[in-house]
């Protein structure tokens, strides 16, 4: 409580933060203990098959790629709102927005690689449609957070940020259809949720996942909203500083003298 | 009728208040002289005045369109000279005479004559026309430039430095097309060191340092001298 | 109101042939696209030989796919020079103050992109024929495909030409920016040519469907994107 | 467990990309708010609505 002040904490953000964590040691109680691997047996052959163990990476990997596209769609809404409203409020939400949206679809490629390998047999599958839409929408986002990044005048590169962001969320459903007819083939329409053996701890891991990894999302997205609230607001005070200052300047300067008012000019 | 109405008008070039509370008022047919040292924000005011800039704080009204919320409507009826020419390299002077003519919704014929009248205006003969501007002088450019702006026969000209790198020739020439212009109806805010150049135009002399007016002939008796720190004041 | 608004369509697409005219006016006297991003382009068809190890049954496969990478990397070359063709001499300070609209601003770049990228594609459809040993199965495919793709290319890349430009470091910020937009386009006329070319057993018509509708929303979303983008 | 080596990378991965990000955003605040004069800070003025962020 001492530092609320020089912080992007609040009372209510601990609370949220402490829930979190609280959440994740339950989530990986259920999704390493108390959750069975997936084995099933051929009903022929009575071999066992299935993603065995590797099935506890999904309890992380689908609540995060949900979140992606929930991150990236504020981020268009937002840049939407930004264009017709020009608030501040609709500029540090999409840049937050899109900052905590990037750093999940890293997240969920990366799971989505590391969980391929042992399920398909495949770090990467390129005529998978959902892994290719993933990665050309992180593509995207990093240009726009580039394009964050060049120093520019704030109003034209939010208004430009918005764009970008708009066009990207946009092009999702090209990117989707034109990769889902290049190879007509997915492996995860065959071989995910629909033929896991759902169990009822299973479904509720899964379901608590969403709930916890909304949690984090959600934190995440609070301070990283103040944080840009911040800067905004200290780039007003800079300004009221600096016109102050210009006020100050004149009472110092020396106008005749600058302008050469004796001389007539240079 | 004011043309130019500014109230404790703020503008930024980053967070850099360029223009820090500056207050203005300027009547219709009136010419302007805005004098002030290197970084006082005499290119910004003008900027702000076309429309080109948004105005933070304060109020800023010009040809009676407030500029917070209505900066396209001004920008067909103002011509402003920037420090760069606007020109396109590649094209000859008459090419780009007669494009921005065009582009400011002047048809053929029309387009076509008030290019010729611009073009003589500001001295550029035949020869001259049908040259790619890559090839002229700065001064060259600089009158092409004038030239670009005149066909449109604006209501309110925003001249920075116009006679900046012009010869003997090109500067009469700019004072030529002021008075004409004034003539004609037209306003005039023109920011410049010539000073006695440009006081034989205008009887009206501002002076702005650090982003605001320090003093305005018109305000004081006198007419010549200003009190420096009095006449616009902080308006913000 | 009616009347207001065919004057306004038709002040649009003046303005919009005023802009286009002037920009080929400009390539023709500089001949930029001609002298360095033709013989770019074909340099570039030349290198994916080397990289390929010169079997021309292995070219001959790969050919729609190689010919739309280079038009992209051709296309950022030409966007860049639509681009500074305004800001060389802030010309579009001059553009913002003249009261022509946006669109038709944007509308004219894209045109005169777009009629450049057409000269490039034909150079490199001669390239890969002459080049890779490629056989044109489907003429109409081709050319509506390298029409339709143009289009896209040409829109979208002229308003990531202007909204790169007057940002720091935008050469190297147009190409992240670019790029996956446009990853439809490479996909979808790459397997276009696939049919027309006869590199491989696709449906080049429903790909042609794709590049339309991308071409489409690119010109409309473009030049309301570029009002809501320079207007201020 | 079968595959644990993949589990732990992929969970660790997460953990620890997550904790630093959470690190680096809470450490970019406090280095912002000391240069905000108090009243601009804006959870401070609202209270209940700061969740929807």
């Known amino acids: 409580m001492v530092d609320t002040t020089t912080s992007t904490g609040s009372p209510g953000s601990r609370l949220l933060g402490l829930t979190t964590l609280v959440g994740l040691a339950g989530l990986i109680l259920f999704a390493f203990v108390l959750t069975e691997p997936d084995v099933r047996l051929h009903p022929t052959t009575g071999e066992e098959f299935g993603q065995f163990d590797a099935v506890r990476l999904l309890y992380l990997h689908v609540p995060m790629a949900v979140l992606t596209y929930v991150a990236f769609l504020t981020c268009a809404v937002a840049s939407a709102g930004y264009l017709l409203k020009r608030g501040v409020w609709w500029d540090v939400t999409a840049y937050a927005s899109a900052e905590v949206g990037t750093v999940l679809c890293g997240l969920v490629l990366v799971t989505g690689s590391i969980w391929g390998r042992p399920v398909w047999n495949t770090w990467w599958e390129w005529g998978d449609v959902r892994l290719m839409t993933t990665l050309v929408l992180f593509l995207l986002f990093s240009g726009y957070l580039a394009l964050r990044r060049t120093p520019a005048e704030p109003q034209r590169q939010a208004r430009r940020a918005a764009i970008v962001a708009l066009v990207a969320v946009l092009d999702i459903p090209l990117i989707n259809r034109s990769v889902e007819w290049w190879e007509n083939r997915t492996l995860h329409q065959q071989s995910t949720l629909a033929e896991l053996k759902i169990e009822d701890l299973t479904l509720f891991t899964l379901m608590l996942g969403f709930v916890v990894f909304g949690l984090v999302f959600a934190w995440l997205m609070l301070h990283r909203f103040r944080v840009g609230w911040l800067e905004h607001a200290q780039a007003g005070h800079e300004v009221a500083l600096a016109i102050a200052e210009r006020h100050a300047e004149m009472e110092t300067l020396d106008v005749d003298e600058a302008i050469g008012q004796t001389g007539g000019g240079k | 009728m004011s043309v130019v109405e500014l109230r404790g008008a703020v503008a930024l070039l980053g967070r850099f208040p360029a223009l820090a509370g500056i207050d203005l008022s300027v009547e219709a047919g009136e010419t302007v002289l805005i004098q002030g040292p290197n970084g006082a924000g005499k290119t910004t005011l003008l900027r702000l005045c076309a429309g080109l800039l948004r105005p933070t704080a304060g109020e800023v009204v010009v040809l009676g369109h407030d500029l917070t919320t209505e900066r396209r409507a001004v920008r067909r009826r103002v011509a402003l000279l920037g420090h760069s020419t606007g020109l396109y390299g590649d094209l000859t002077v008459a090419e780009n005479i007669s494009f921005w003519a065009r582009a400011a919704g002047l048809s053929g014929a029309d387009a076509e004559s008030r290019a010729s009248t611009a073009a003589g205006l500001m001295g550029l003969d035949k020869r001259l026309l049908s040259r790619t501007v890559n090839v002229l002088s700065a001064g060259q450019r600089r009158r092409t430039s004038i030239a670009t702006l005149a066909v449109r026969r604006p209501e309110l000209w925003l001249l920075d430095e116009p006679h900046a790198g012009l010869d003997q020739a090109g500067r009469n020439a700019v004072d030529s097309l002021i008075s004409e212009a004034v003539g004609a109806g037209a306003t005039v805010l023109v920011s410049s060191h010539e000073l006695e150049r440009v006081r034989s135009l205008s009887p009206r002399v501002v002076t702005v340092a650090a982003g605001m007016v320090v003093a305005d002939s018109s305000s004081s008796a006198s007419g010549t001298e200003r009190d420096v720190g009095q006449g616009g004041g902080p308006g913000a | ?232 | 467990m079968t595959h644990l080596g993949y589990l732990l990378a992929g969970w660790g991965i997460t953990l620890v990309v997550f904790g630093l990000y959470g690190w680096a955003v809470v450490r970019r605040g406090r280095r912002m708010a000391g240069s905000v004069p108090e009243g601009e800070r804006r959870w401070i003025t609202s209270k209940g609505e700061d969740h929807g962020g």
Do not use: C
Request: aromatic fraction near 6%.
């Open chain 3, 1 to 232: 109101m009616l009347v207001r608004g065919v004057g306004q369509v038709r002040e649009l697409f003046t303005d919009a042939g005023l802009v286009a005219t002037r920009d080929l006016r400009i390539e023709a006297r500089s001949r930029v696209l001609l002298n360095q991003v033709a013989p770019f382009a074909l340099l570039v068809l030349v290198l994916f030989g080397f990289a390929l190890d010169a079997d021309q049954r292995t070219l001959r496969t790969f050919a729609p796919g190689l010919f739309w990478v280079t038009v992209l990397l051709a296309a950022l070359l030409a966007v860049q020079r639509s681009a500074s063709i305004e800001h060389a001499d802030d010309a579009h300070t001059g553009l913002r103050l003249s009261g022509m609209a946006a669109a038709s601003v944007f509308l004219g770049k894209a045109a005169a992109v777009f009629i450049q990228l057409m000269v490039l594609e034909v150079l490199l459809t001669i390239g890969i024929v002459v080049l890779y040993g490629s056989e044109v199965d489907n003429p109409v495919l081709l050319v509506l495909t390298a029409v339709a793709a143009a289009v896209g290319v040409a829109t979208t890349g002229t308003l990531y030409g202007a909204l790169a430009s007057g940002l720091g470091a935008r050469d190297t910020l147009l190409p992240i920016l670019l790029l996956p937009v446009l990853a439809p386009v490479l996909i979808g006329a790459t397997r276009s040519f696939d049919d027309a070319l006869g590199a491989a057993a696709v449906d080049g018509w429903a790909w042609l469907g794709l590049l339309a509708v991308f071409g489409l929303v690119a010109t409309v979303l473009g030049a309301l994107a570029h009002g809501a983008m320079i207007e201020d």
